[in-house]
């Protein structure tokens, strides 16, 4: 891929930041520059050192950019558009990685700048970290990343993105906003607000002590918790912006909770029985497509828990 000769990385966090690290390790552009709302997250950028400039003025970060990312909650989209809408050059691509998609096309679309290809994205990758130290060049290496392009977006824009995100090490696919929207809301949001529940539960859950819970999590509690020390602002915008989606498949959710509820109220075995085996069938479909580790226990090291 000929590399751009400026991309610009809005949000200096995990995302921002293995985007950078990334497009280094490719040598998919001449000038990376970066941008964070945090002055001291521009300092830590600044001294990592994964971006080539870290300005400390939003539009002089973007001047002259061939592909702008937005990697903020995407709570700050609007705001962060509205800055940079002026800045951007005709024919360059501004671009995102919000975890949602239907609510960016419909905050951020209508300030885009005529001549300049506004091309959602979404890097179905991450960790439970935080912050410009938590990125990493490997962290989109064999994931998925899914572009929502509005209708009649430029084809030659499209296909430049699509390689870039390859060069990043992803493999990609593009659907609409609004199908995105729905299969994260039940692959990715509902697990996360279950988790976030489940280990509030647990914490508020009287007759077990705060000791016993964290000193028997091995047993299952402790994966739920990975997932709910996931970014509470980051989170609380998915949300806010998947709204309806969520709410369908929770309300799907929990009518298949009820069945579940009813079959242990009813001592119903092959229920619990037929549910469990479905499931575990799922899990291995996903290990065979190299989606997760064949490992036990995750791959973690049974001595260092
Ligand atoms: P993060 O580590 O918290 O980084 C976000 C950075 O954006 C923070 O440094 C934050 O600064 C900064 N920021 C906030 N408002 C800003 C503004 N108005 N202008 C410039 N910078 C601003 O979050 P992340 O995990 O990288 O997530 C970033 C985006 O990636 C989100 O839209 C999320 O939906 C998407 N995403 C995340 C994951 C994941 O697993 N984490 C996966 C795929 C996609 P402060 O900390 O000072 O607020």
């Given at each position: 891929m000929e590399a751009f000769s400026k991309i610009v990385i809005i949000g200096l966090g995990l995302i921002g930041s293995s985007i950078a690290h990334a497009a280094r390790r490719g040598k998919l552009a001449k000038e990376i520059a970066g941008f964070d709302i945090s002055a001291d997250v521009r300092a830590r950028a600044a001294k990592i050192g994964f971006c080539?400039?870290?300005?400390?003025?939003?539009?002089?970060?973007?001047?002259?950019a061939r592909l702008v990312i937005l990697c903020t909650p995407v709570g700050a989209y609007k705001s962060v558009a509205t800055a940079i809408a002026p800045h951007l050059a005709k024919g360059a691509i501004l671009?995102?990685?919000?975890?949602?998609?239907?609510?960016?096309?419909?905050?951020?679309?209508?300030?885009?700048?005529?001549?300049?290809?506004?091309?959602?994205?979404?890097?179905?990758?991450?960790?439970?970290?935080?912050?410009?130290?938590?990125?990493?060049?490997?962290?989109?290496d064999g994931r998925w990343t899914i572009l929502t392009p509005l209708p009649g977006a430029d084809a030659g824009?499209?296909?430049?993105?699509?390689?870039?995100?390859?060069?990043?090490?992803?493999?990609?696919?593009?659907?609409?906003?609004?199908?995105?929207?729905?299969?994260?809301?039940?692959?990715?949001?509902?697990?996360?607000?279950?988790?976030?529940?489940?280990?509030?539960?647990?914490?508020?859950?009287?007759?077990?002590?705060?000791?016993?819970?964290?000193?028997?999590?091995?047993?299952?509690?402790?994966?739920?918790?990975?997932?709910?020390?996931?970014?509470?602002?980051?989170?609380?915008?998915v949300f806010l912006n998947n709204r309806d989606a969520v709410l369908e498949v929770l309300g799907r959710f929990n009518e298949d909770l009820a069945r579940l509820q009813q079959a242990v109220r009813d001592g119903d075995g092959d229920v619990l029985f037929d549910t469990f085996s479905r499931t575990r069938a799922i899990r291995k479909a996903i290990i065979e497509i190299g989606q997760e580790s064949p490992a036990p226990n995750f791959g973690r090291d049974q001595k260092k828990p």
């Open positions: 080539d400039t870290v300005p400390d003025d939003i539009a002089a970060a973007v001047k002259g671009s995102d990685v919000g975890s949602v998609k239907g609510a960016v096309v419909r905050d951020v679309g209508p300030l885009v700048p005529p001549g300049v290809h506004f091309i959602p994205a979404h890097p179905i990758a991450g960790t439970e970290f935080s912050g410009p130290e938590a990125g990493f060049a490997s962290l989109f824009a499209v296909a430049r993105l699509r390689g870039f995100w390859e060069c990043l090490g992803s493999q990609v696919d593009e659907m609409e906003s609004g199908h995105h929207d729905l299969v994260l809301a039940i692959t990715s949001h509902l697990p996360h607000l279950i988790a976030y529940n489940i280990v509030g539960t647990a914490h508020d859950l009287e007759a077990v002590t705060q000791g016993e819970v964290i000193k028997y999590s091995a047993s299952g509690f402790r994966d739920f918790t990975r997932i709910a020390a996931s970014d509470p602002t980051m989170w609380r915008d």
